[in-house]
């Protein structure tokens, strides 16, 4: 088993990881199996240093993280799969190529767009992550809603 694996599944069953200096913390440790805990301690350095990794990549802004080359995978709780978020649109065809869906892969600057919109709140995200997913929709351009007075 990978730190990696060790994480995605202890996630997945709920438990929250915590890299703390040189101490793991695991919540709830209720959820947390005699294996589980033996795995932890093998992978100690290795789980620790991926959390360490997603702490300094999630306290990135989009344009640092679209600098950083590095692809993301997200877990959200609107969608069963997984979503990509990737710096380049370069990035897009690797991803395919691996089987991912056009309609779960995220480039930075689709997000960008959709987050610059002032008003978007968190339920119109999820609808357009959703409706992307289901069509396997790229983003292409996002336009500020007009204002009512002009042109009418």
Request: charged share 30%.
């Amino acid at each position: 088993m990978t730190a990696d694996t060790l994480i995605a599944d202890l996630r997945a069953r709920g438990v929250t990881l915590v890299a703390d200096g040189e101490y793991l913390r695991c919540r709830p440790k209720s959820a947390l199996t005699a294996e589980d805990l033996e795995m932890l301690k093998v992978l100690k350095d290795e789980v620790l240093a991926r959390l360490s990794e997603e702490d300094c990549i999630l306290g990135l802004s989009l344009r640092e993280f679209e600098r950083s080359r590095q692809a993301l995978e997200l877990r959200v709780p609107w969608l069963e799969d997984s979503l990509w978020l990737v710096p380049r649109a370069g990035d897009v065809p690797t991803l395919v190529g691996e089987g991912i869906p056009r309609g779960r892969i995220w480039k930075v600057r689709e997000m960008a767009d959709l987050l610059s919109i002032p008003s978007i709140t968190p339920t119109e995200i999820e609808r357009i992550g959703r409706l992307k997913v289901e069509f396997g929709a790229e983003i292409i351009s996002v336009t500020p809603e007009a204002d009512e007075g002009v042109g009418g």
